[in-house]
Antibody, heavy 113, light 112 residues
Framework: VQLVESGGVLVKPGGSLRLSCAAS????????MSWIRQAPGKGLEWVSY????????YYADSVEGRFTISRDNAKNTLYLRMNSLRAEDTAVYYC???????WGQGTLVAVSS | DFVMTQSPLSLPVTLGQPASISCRSN???????????LNWIQQRPGQSPRRLIS???NRDSGVPDRFSGSGSGTDFTLKISRVEAEDVGVYYC?????????FGGGTKVEIK
């Protein structure tokens, strides 16, 4: 199993970004996936979840209405569209398989003027 | 929302000695299917998180048998029978029974 996140950059407050997570080594389309983030020096915070078929989606209250999770099962890729970014969204973003069984290496999103 | 409370916050341990971390939830973590979705996650310094234990007590592949999980309902424990240098890091409990998923605040294990 391999999960490789990409797309993290430095962005200004109010800006937008799309993260990607390329999955391999398992049948991606069979599993729900999650985005989990970790602010610098802080603990883990679950951000969003999407079911295997993409029809069930949940968000943490802190990102509801600003972030959109999606997936392309044909490309074995998970996405996180992030709009209206705030300083408090600064974190390493990880994609993870069900129950946290596998994690990517993370991608850093920094929101600062 | 569910609240997961871990203790202690910091755990200095002598090499070769045991260590124990507690995790409590404010509601039962028993799901309707009878399973309890309480996992333990290890994060070594500078590394990505790694799952050690799933569903209270099932060690993941490659996890040393000095790690064990126990508990039920709302009270859970991770034990390290003999701490080794490679065990330094932060340990999180994670519940997957109720939405939103949530993590404990973490316990930092360090060597005395």
């Amino acid at each position: 199993v391999q999960l490789v996140e990409s797309g993290g950059v430095l962005v200004k407050p109010g800006g937008s970004l799309r993260l990607s997570c390329a999955a391999s080594g398992f049948t991606f389309s069979d599993y729900y996936m999650s985005w989990i983030r970790q602010a610098p020096g802080k603990g883990l915070e679950w951000v969003s979840y999407i079911s295997a078929g993409g029809d069930n989606i949940y968000y943490a209250d802190s990102v509801e209405g600003r972030f959109t999770i999606s997936r392309d099962n044909a490309k074995n890729t998970l996405y996180l569209r992030m709009n209206s970014l705030r300083a408090e969204d600064t974190a390493v973003y990880y994609c993870a398989t069900p129950g946290g069984s596998h994690w990517g290496q993370g991608t850093l999103v920094a929101v600062s003027s | 929302d569910f609240v997961m409370t871990q203790s202690p916050l910091s755990l200095p341990v002598t090499l070769g000695q045991p260590a124990s971390i507690s995790c409590r939830s404010n509601q039962s973590l028993v799901y309707t299917d009878g399973n309890t979705y309480l996992n333990w996650i290890q994060q070594r310094p500078g590394q990505s998180p790694r799952r050690l234990i799933s569903k209270v007590s099932n060690r993941d592949s490659g996890v040393p048998d000095r790690f064990s999980g126990s508990g039920s309902g709302t009270d859970f424990t991770l034990k390290i029978s003999r701490v080794e240098a490679e065990d330094v890091g932060v340990y999180y409990c994670m519940q997957g029974t109720h939405w939103p998923l949530s993590f404990g605040g973490g316990t930092k294990v360090e060597i005395k």
